[in-house]
């Protein structure tokens, strides 16, 4: 049997990122190639340049293809910004006649009626509709009711929405690219399905992929997502205070963040000097530090939000997992367990195979959620990995999705 080629694009607000993974008929995922390319048509999350953001996406795509030697036609597409909403509604159908088991239909009925708790305004449309937990007969805990008898099915859902006009003007920029969009999915679920744990899905995690003009935020809570958002600020936050601070252009920035970057002054000697030779610039590192500090607190004050919210819930998470490309700053993760007063730790995608060096790196979180999710919901296998469960849930089967393949513990 020929493996499966599954691409994932994470269209980001200043990078591109592409990987390529071959599926075979185990379900195991093995990555084939992994690219990336600067953007400059996006701006926090939001295409606002449709010819340079295909150009972007198209330059990671060709680099992408000539690593794996294969041809991408379709791709799994990250859904970012500031315009995606979540919410967590609930809803219950009656097993009709009681007492007999739950079947499939059962279930998508009491999904159905969860959805209906969802008020879309012209210009929003459902991403996602995710059960969270089921209820069957006052009992509690279920996670998969199927099979079990009772009178009464309860479900809650985690629903996901985002703005119409930027959900088009992506899948515009992925036809200018020729590339079909299999699925598009929001950032944060995807990001986190990549680099969390069975265990702290289960005893519930803060997941911040920190992206380049946004942060994304899932907190987990008994498994699954309960809190998604996208809150302003990323690593480019950090760039442009080091380009002001020390009066640099942009991309020199950048490279001072990512080869000589801390997050803790107090680590760097106050002797150590950064030589910039084309610039003829002598730079102490210990000052980079103070303003990368700066920076990088201001960007974990934004996550005290979802916090005071969770806490408000009694969904107080144990602790925090770090990824994006920024997350690989040296402190980062201890600033961050200092300010929040909870465990911290860069998350890496992991149940990928193969090379080891793409794979490792939190900047290609995304990318790598994406390879999970369509592993676990193409349209071939999700189709088949259902057949024995009955028919698929009929009208939410377009992008209402369910995350039991990569997100169950």
């Known amino acids: 049997m020929t493996d499966q080629i599954i691409a994932g694009i994470d269209v980001g607000t200043t990078k591109v990122a592409v990987l390529v993974a071959a599926l075979d008929a185990d379900g195991e995922l093995t990555l084939l190639g992994g690219a990336q390319a600067p953007m400059r048509g996006m701006r ?17 795509l060709e680099r992408a293809e000539r690593l794996c030697g294969h041809r991408i036609l379709s791709a799994y597409v990250g859904l970012g910004g500031g315009h995606l909403e979540a919410e967590n509604t609930r809803g219950a159908s009656a097993i009709n006649p009681g007492g007999r088991e739950i079947t499939y239909q059962d279930v998508a009925r009491a ?7 969802v008020s879309l305004a012209e210009n929003r449309e459902l991403i996602h509709q995710l059960p969270r937990g089921y209820v069957v007969d006052g009992q509690d805990g279920v996670t998969n009711p199927i099979g079990m008898s009772g009178f009464k099915l309860e479900v809650e859902t985690h629903v996901v929405t985002g703005g119409v006009t930027t959900i088009q003007n992506l899948e515009k920029v992925l036809r200018q690219a020729q590339v079909a969009v299999e699925d598009l999915v929001a950032v944060p679920l995807v990001s986190a399905a990549a680099v969390i744990t069975p265990a702290e899905r289960e005893m519930g995690a803060m997941v911040v992929d920190i992206g380049g003009g946004t942060t994304s935020v899932a907190i987990f809570a008994d498994g699954f997502p309960w809190y998604t958002a ?5 690593g480019g936050a950090i760039t442009h205070g080091i380009a002001a601070g020390l009066r640099l252009p942009l991309d020199v920035a950048e490279r001072l963040k990512v080869e000589h970057g801390h997050c803790d002054p107090n680590q760097v000697a106050e002797d150590e000097l950064i030589e910039l030779g084309e610039e003829s610039l002598v730079i102490p590192r210990a000052e980079l530090a103070r303003i990368i500090q700066d920076r990088a607190r201001d960007l974990v004050a934004h996550l005290r939000a979802p916090l005071v919210h969770a806490q408000r819930e009694d969904r107080q998470p144990w602790g925090v997992v770090l990824t994006g490309g920024s997350a690989q700053l040296p402190g980062l993760a201890e600033l ?14 992991a149940g990928l195979r193969g090379l080891a060096d793409v794979v490792s790196d939190p900047g ?3 990318a790598a959620g994406l390879l999970l999710w369509g592993a676990g919901h193409g349209e071939g296998r999700g189709a088949a990995a259902g057949g024995g469960r009955g028919p698929r849930l009929g009208p939410l089967a377009t992008r209402v999705r369910r995350l039991f393949d990569s997100l169950l513990p």
């Open 44 to 60: 926090r999350g939001n295409v606002v340049n449709l010819d340079e953001t295909a150009a972007a996406v198209n330059a990671a």
């Open 111 to 117: 999904i159905e009626s969860a959805r209906t708790g």
């Open 230 to 234: 996208v809150l302003p600020g990323g």
């Open 336 to 349: 961050t367990a200092r300010m929040l007063n909870l465990p911290s730790r860069v998350g890496r995608p």
């Open 364 to 366: 290609f979180a995304t």
